[in-house]
């Protein structure tokens, strides 16, 4: 078992941290903000993750698991640390590498010999040079490993991996790596650094390019009469195709999606290589919003001045609690910017204020005077609500069910008016 450091208790490290702790490795996480690193030596989890919180609390009650302030703390002693920081989007879309960077010459002087510094954050292709040099260590190892995991099933993810990336020019180093992740049954794949950067990018873009492809469908579906769940069940059963990523919704989002597809656009840019097909799948994203918007204004009659919307689900996917470049905050906005009077949002992961939205303690007191209901994250909770109520709380009972999670014909029987994606 090894000696971990873990730099960056994000999605991502807290979620590597954690794992790696379970799998019997000795892992201390570092992070710069003291409130958030007692708090996680109380075991308490700041993210709405399944299962994470009891993996943090028998890693730390084992004694395999620590959290520390400040990255120099955590890799005295370590032989492997991990570069878990944010990488947030520039000014120019390209991806802004003062964290990595800053992490790095943080511990650089205090790194043991022949140790492995492993890039898991998402960065542009030629990063992992970035780090040897802000390190300044030959004694050193920088190895890239991508992370695939997802918001939400983020601890399966990480134990169930599709596959291991691992981009080094050093076969020792890349086979210590690989070491870490023995116990995990997946198809590894040891190649050159750069090449591991591009395989996560390329990853999240043909994801994103396969949703903005079925959104496509839908609004193809909608001008010939098509039906785009019977498009989709017929397509999937082709192993070429298959069915994940392919549910029409109001446009993808996420902290991970918009900005990295934008820097790969970005990256292919500064190569000397128009990527239009990357900016098609982002424009159609974009469009997207607008099309539920638009959705949302005819059900109201045309126009949403005066017209009060009920929201279910701001969060930009469900079984999350992020917020983060939300497409139904994205929506939201456009409501706001087409005259919507109010919007009155429920979701059970989201309490507090939000500019513009009033956010409701339960999902009937959002629907309270509304003229329509738009359904914008797919909580499975919101299936099962008593629509006759809900009928009795509107003004109007029109439903745009922009991620087809309600029943159409049941609504219909209740005398609701139903709008949904590509149906
Ligand atoms: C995504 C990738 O799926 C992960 O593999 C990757 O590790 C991660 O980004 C990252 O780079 O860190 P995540 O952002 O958690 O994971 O969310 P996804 O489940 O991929 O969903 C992204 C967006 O696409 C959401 O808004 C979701 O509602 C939307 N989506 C997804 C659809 O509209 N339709 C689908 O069929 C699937």
Not at 96 to 115: C, F, G, H, N
Not at 159 to 188: C, E, K, M, N, T
Not at 383 to 404: E, H, I, S
């Amino acid at each position: 078992m090894s000696r971990i450091a873990i730099i960056g208790t994000g999605y991502v490290g807290l979620t590597t941290g954690a794992y790696l702790s379970h799998l019997g490795h000795e892992v201390v996480c570092a992070d710069v903000m003291p409130d958030k690193v007692a708090m996680l030596n109380r075991g308490e989890i700041p993210i709405y993750e399944a299962g994470l919180d009891e993996l943090v609390r028998a890693g730390l009650d084992g004694g395999r698991l620590s959290f520390v302030l400040g990255a120099a703390n955590a890799v005295e002693g370590a032989e492997f640390v991990f570069l878990c920081v944010q990488t947030p989007q520039g000014e120019d879309g390209s991806a802004d590498l003062t964290y990595i960077q800053d992490a790095a010459a943080e511990i650089a002087p205090v790194l043991e010999a022949e140790s492995v510094v492993i890039n898991k954050s998402t960065v542009p292709v030629g990063s992992t040079r970035v780090v040897e040099r802000a390190l300044g260590r030959s004694d050193v190892f920088v190895v890239s490993n991508p992370e695939f995991l997802r918001e939400g099933s983020a601890v399966h993810d990480c134990l169930h991996p599709d596959r291991i990336v691992i981009g080094s020019d050093d076969s020792a180093a890349a086979a210590r790596v690989a070491g870490l992740f023995d116990q995990l049954q997946a198809p590894l794949i040891v190649t050159d650094p750069a090449s591991a950067e591009t395989i996560k990018y390329a990853s999240n873009a043909f994801l994103a390019t396969k949703i903005s492809f079925v959104n496509a469908i839908a609004n193809v579906c909608e001008a010939v009469g098509a039906d785009v769940r019977e498009v989709v069940l017929g397509m999937g059963y082709d192993k070429r195709i298959g069915f994940e990523f392919l549910k029409p919704g109001p446009g993808w989002g996420g902290s991970c999606f918009p900005k990295d597809s934008r820097a790969l656009v970005r990256i292919a840019e500064d190569a000397g290589y128009d990527f239009g097909l990357l900016k098609g799948v982002i424009t159609v994203n974009t469009e997207q919003y607008e099309r539920v918007a638009t959705k949302i204004e005819q059900a109201a009659g045309g126009s949403l001045g005066g017209v009060t919307v009920a929201v279910w689900g701001l969060t930009f996917k469900a079984r999350t609690n992020d917020l983060r470049d939300s497409p139904a905050l994205e929506v939201i906005g456009r409501l706001r910017q087409r005259g919507a009077n109010a919007i009155k949002a429920y979701d059970p992961t989201v309490t507090g204020d939000i500019d513009g939205v009033e956010v409701c303690a339960d999902a009937y007191a959002a629907c309270e005077g509304a003229t329509v209901l738009a359904v914008l994250t797919e909580w499975d909770d919101f299936r099962w609500l008593d629509f006759d109520k809900v009928k009795g709380l509107m003004a109007v009972p029109n439903v745009v069910d922009a991620r087809n999670l309600l029943d159409p014909a049941a609504l219909r029987r209740r005398g609701f008016f139903y709008v949904g994606v590509g149906r």
